[in-house]
């Protein structure tokens, strides 16, 4: 059977067995007589595929040779302006060899290729200003783009792409498409066979998206450009269609049943899934009962089954401003999984005991169905905590008084958290406003109020005592890990910090989270704590999946993993398929267990990948969203706040839009102005006027570029 990450198990077995055959290398069917499971040839033929497209193996004649034994080295292109390329190798990424256009062998921009140290005769001069090793391209393994998405242009004789990814540095002549128009977004597929380093590349249209005016097509032109899967598989629509609208009462055997209990759910008032419910039950000695009721999503989606292998590749939910992109089909999604006030729901529950001071003294779980009582919103829920004497806020109401009990408790749990060290981000940032046709019209500052910070805090106790029950039995699962920022980060952020007059104090090599705490609470409510803020965030690693539990630091917890939305992530489903097995004590096949064990590294690295491929689709849309509803705007001021300042001019954040634009240097007419780096500020030579960090500015839009998705600004001199 097919599992999760079983593919990366299998390729790592094929790529040992074939390095450990030395330069003879290893035919294909000699593979298939001593790989150590029951792979078929087309399996072993797919894993050797991946292998070669990675640039691990080569093929020479009819035997698979592992890539060290063959002197040659594999990397990824970066074409420059005119043409010459870098190579960027190793473990981070970094430039290493500088290659000439004519030795490119036709690699674009991305690609991965097989390359070899140029003879010294070739070229007795160095690479340039690179001051690089000069390599050239021997095979082009695999180019980065089959397809790209962009706009046509052109005469009648001719059609070239304008790619949407403005750093894509590639000439594209297009074949069809003629009866097209110019602002209307397609998706053409390259021809490899003319790609090469002489001439533009060829293409052919494989898809029409549209125009940009038409509402839902800059989502479409996204969601292309990123390659996210936003159509379900026949195969996975049949098997969700078989499932009842509701649980049927058999499906309560063996459950907790909590239909009589109070349990809300609270959301955003534009949620689409409703996967997470609260209970709070006061216990003696002041303490409370927390109970986190997740939707249990395996109990529909089997390990294996094409449900699960499709939530795998999608890996999470994408979540655009007009639509989601949801994980599972949406009679699960928003259906049978979702915890619809009224109708009951099969969950999974996590019990935690709250002491008076925060502390978790006692933790347990449970298979249950609930039948929320009902459904909050965040706004809602805070206009009661705010104003209790009003209409809905009456206390003899159960719900009603589960709010004020989960008031006191968030109280309680977010002090505890901060007092271990646990920091506390809270970067404003902005929601598109569409209206019925689905145009931007308008841009509302996202709020957090204290109706957040109750489901964050009750997600945050599930989550670390469901970590530390996995990791307490020993459990194979995925946890949530964020390491400690680079040293270098933190000095970089110390120079910027210093710019501004504040000081990061402590040992960098092992700086506590709570020195970062305490930063952000000495600039919580000045002007300058957004751009802090931002630059706190930018000094850390980014949170990934990982099998061990390494901790998390930007809480502070030893222990923690995503249990909480396994309808909009896949880490969370299987978490819960985990879990389980410590309330059954399943003793399931050692081999089972071994086999996740083995796949579980690649499990974690798809799901981070698909992780960090939404939200840099989620970003790159508001961005772009944002740029073209204030391209009508030309002309007017806006208040801005500096965010970055280079030699070529200063970057600044629209205070209402949260959307940055950039003020050229060679605006500032006034003077002229030295960049100072380390001080982070461009200074005037003569009137020694300076603009630095955080910086109030006024500014006048003064030109929008919709294909770099960028704003020109010109300061108001006062």
Known sequence: MRLP???AVLEDEVLERIDRSGKQGMTAEALLKRVDSESSRDSISLALGKLQAEGAIVKKGGHWVA????????????????????IRSGSKGEPGWFVRRRHRKGALDGALVLFKRAPQGKSKRQASSFRLPEAMVVEVVQQRHRTVVGTLEGDDQRRWLVPFDPKLNLE???EGGDDLLEDQYVVVELDPRRTGSRGPARARVQEVLGSVETPGVDVEVVVRHYQIPDRFPEDVRAEAEH???????????????LRDHTVVTIDGETSRDFDD??????LSGDRFLLGVHIADVSAYVREGSPLDLEAYRRGTSVYYPDRAIPMLPENLSNGLCSLKPGVPRLTLSAWTTVEPDGSISDRRFSETVIQSQRRFTYTQVSKILDDSAAGDHRQDDPTIALLHRAGTLMSRLFKRRTERGSIDFDLP?????????????????????????????????????????????????????????NPDDLESLREVLKGLGISLKGDLQSLHPEVLQRLLERVRDKPEEAFVTSMVLRSMQRAVYDPECKGHYALSSRFYTHFTSPIRRYPDLLVHRQLKKTLHRADEAEEKEDGLVKRLPAIAEHCSSTERRAERSERVLMQWKLVRFLANRVGETFSGRVTGVQPFGLFVQLSDYYVDGLVPVRTLSDDYYVFDPVKHQLEGRDKHRKYTLADPLEVVLTGVDPRHRSLDLKIVQS
């Open 277 to 282: 419910a609260i209970s709070i039950e006061p």
């Open 67 to 86: 890539l060290r034994h063959t002197g040659l080295s594999s990397g990824n292109i970066q074409v420059l302006e005119r043409g010459d390329a870098l």
């Open 172 to 174: 594209i002549e297009v």
């Open 5 to 7: 990450g079983s593919k």
């Open 429 to 485: 940032e902005g929601d598109v406003i569409l209206d019925p046709d689905g145009f931007t019209v308008g841009v509302r500052p996202g709020e957090r109020n204290q109706a957040h910070r109750i489901i964050e805090e009750c997600m945050i106790a599930a989550n670390e005592a469901v970590a530390a029950e996995l990791s307490g039995h020993e459990i194979p699962s995925l946890y949530r890990i964020h390491n400690p920022p």
């Open 243 to 257: 499932f009842p609208d509701d649980p049927p009462v058999a499906d309560f055997k063996g459950r907790q049943d």
